[in-house]
């Protein structure tokens, strides 16, 4: 079993920055890929980038490739996803989720997700 608690997010203008941070319970976390998902009002829950347990493998989606970085620390049991030039676009509520699958870019696959953080990028 794997508890997700997500932190970090808030409202900042375009072209500032944010770092949100996942921090999880359970001894197990290093064994899990992680993921980082974004929902917009109206809009499906779509991915944003993930990392697979080592850490040596990271994936993004192309809307925040070179903008957005993902990293883990598995000391600390936490993953964090560092903004960069955030755009109107970004503003979502952010989700942090577990797989044991491998690296996996679609919702279903994940069984542990936390409640999410809100970003709000004002124009």
């Known amino acids: 079993q794997v508890q997700l608690v997500e932190s970090g997010g808030g409202l900042v203008q375009a072209g500032g920055s944010l770092r949100l941070s996942c921090a999880a319970s359970g001894r197990t976390f290093s064994s899990y890929a992680m993921a980082w998902f974004r929902q917009a009002p109206g809009k499906e829950r779509e991915f944003v980038t993930g990392?697979?347990?080592?850490?040596?493998?990271?994936g993004y989606a192309d809307s925040v490739k070179g903008r957005f970085t993902i990293s883990r620390d598995s000391a600390k049991n936490t993953v964090y996803l560092r903004m960069n030039t955030l755009k109107p676009e970004d503003t979502a509520v952010y989700y942090c989720?577990?797989?044991?699958?491998?690296?996996?870019?679609?919702?279903?696959?994940?069984?542990?997700w936390g409640q999410g953080t809100q970003v709000t990028v004002s124009s």
């Open positions: 989720a577990a797989t044991n699958l491998g690296p996996t870019r679609t919702p279903r696959d994940y069984a542990y």
């Open positions: 990392i697979n347990w080592s850490g040596g493998t990271t």
